[in-house]
């Protein structure tokens, strides 16, 4: 029985519920079999899920990507996509701190031009696809994610070809972190050219590519469109690149995939990597905590400055709490990855009970109702309000180590064994956040 109050209105289609799969669940390994792949996203319905992501799909004509091979990919650009990303996919996961995963994309025994199998993803993932489309609820809509070459129209055809095979939401990825950190596409990039490659989130933070893609694919399809962005786009940038999407016709933005990062090197092994079996140190994808301010920027920033875009908010919301608080800043639904990959699918129903208890308390009646509430507060920093506070001090809970005295401020001091706020303090809370024993806290002036 499905709680009406859940009911997300999201690009002119209702989700049963404001929490889906991102699309990186849609392969968590390198080889699971594809009844596996189907029977754990079919979990994620069954436990509430209002979407299903399937990532990375593209299909492109055999004519067509030998076409625009002999057009722009140079002989130097093939090689290194050979040598990188020819062989048979291998993955490296390691964690990185609390809640943190680095993710590697990468290749066992190179050979062959990979575009040509990349460029069939969608047929071969059929199979998955077929058996979601038979067996989920049919209220869950399936999202298309779409990866491409870098022009247009290769975005538009998969697309076209993605909505022939049942899915009803296109969400355009020009945000990849691994194809954008090949040697071939960052030279490309020096250079100031796109070339006919997948070049990830290159792409991603370029408004001008971004509006011709849109364009191109709104063409093409009959079923909303939609554009998954990058966290290495900047503030703001991004209302740039929403603006522009959203001018040529997409419906709704997603943010954020995961970011370019490099794994710690290892200082007492003369700094190799502690990516597990890899030789080198790579610049690699992270996701998790680390991207839930830069979700929580670029959802305020769209909200504000392009209201009239839906925003599907992910990046590491690892709780309910984190859930609401985008759906607060101006998020229409949202997506999980990371917190599945360390809780489990079954922690969904966990979250959607704690936001129906949550409404229930707090006396909303809907996600939207929710929704509408906290974007009311958002303001630019001229336009905030700075309330004068000052620091206070449990006496009950310090136990005196003096960090607060010795490291922060000159506004503590110590009397009598006891910490003392000075007439010098201004409320700044630095000393809140640092205290060990929670026992600082602002109160007004």
């Given amino acids: 029985m499905r709680d009406e109050r859940l009911f997300v209105d999201f690009a002119g289609v209702t989700l049963p519920s404001p929490i889906g799969v991102g ?23 069954e436990a509430g899920a209002g979407y299903i992501n399937v990532g990375a799909l593209c299909s492109l004509p055999e004519d067509y990507v030998k076409r625009k091979k002999r057009e722009v990919a140079s002989e130097e650009w093939q090689q290194i996509i050979r040598k990188h ?26 050979y062959g031009i990979p575009i040509e199998g990349f460029a069939k993803s969608l ?14 609820p049919e209220d869950v809509p399936l999202i298309a994610n779409i ?86 786009t900047g503030f703001p940038r991004v209302v740039e690149i929403a603006r522009r999407v959203k001018k040529a016709g997409a419906s709704f933005i997603s943010t954020a995939n995961m970011g370019v990062t490099i794994p710690p090197p290892d200082i007492y092994n003369r700094g190799k990597t502690t990516l597990p079996f890899t030789d080198g140190n790579p610049f690699i994808g ?62 969904l129903k966990a979250e959607l009970e704690f936001i129906r208890k949550f409404m229930e308390e707090q ?27 000052k620091a206070s001090i449990d006496e009950n809970k310090c136990t005196l180590c003096k960090t607060c005295v010795d490291n922060i401020c000159a506004a ?16 700044c809370g630095l000393c809140v956040i640092v205290c060990p024993a929670k026992a600082i806290k602002l109160v007004p002036a």
């Fill in 123 to 136: 047929e071969l993932k059929m199979p998955i696809i077929k058996m979601l489309m038979e067996k989920k």
């Fill in 286 to 347: 992270y996701g998790g905590e680390p991207l839930r301010p830069i979700v929580r920027k670029h959802v305020a920033a769209i909200s504000m400055f392009v209201p009239e875009l839906d925003i599907l908010a992910m990046g590491g919301l690892m709780n309910a709490e984190h859930i609401i608080q985008v759906i607060m800043l101006g998020a229409k639904a949202t997506g999980q990855c990371a917190a599945i990959f360390f809780k489990g699918i079954r922690y």
């Fill in 147 to 232: 990866e491409a070459a870098g022009d247009p129209e290769s975005f538009a055809i998969a697309s076209r070809r993605a909505e022939e095979a049942g899915f009803d939401m296109i969400e355009i990825n020009v945000s990849c972190p691994f194809f954008a950190t090949v040697s071939g596409n960052v030279k490309a990039f020096l250079d100031g050219k796109f070339i006919f490659s997948n070049m990830g989130a290159i792409m991603g933070d370029s408004p001008e590519f971004l509006e011709e893609v849109v364009k191109e694919v709104v063409k093409e399809v009959s079923i909303p469109v939609g554009v998954k962005l990058t966290p290495e």
């Fill in 23 to 45: 699309a990186i669940a849609t392969f968590m390994g390198s080889s699971i079999p594809d009844e596996d792949v189907a029977k754990i996203l079919l979990k994620s319905a």
């Fill in 85 to 110: 990303f020819g062989g048979r996919p291998v993955r490296r996961w390691m964690k990185d701190g609390e809640g943190c995963f680095l993710h590697r994309l990468g290749a066992l025994t190179p």
């Fill in 412 to 427: 503590l001091y110590v009397e009598n064994n006891k910490v003392k706020v000075s007439e010098r303090c201004i409320g």
């Fill in 363 to 389: 006396g909303y009646n809907s996600i939207e109702e929710m929704r509408s509430v906290g974007v009311k507060e958002l303001r630019m920093a001229d336009e905030a309000v700075d309330i004068a506070a």
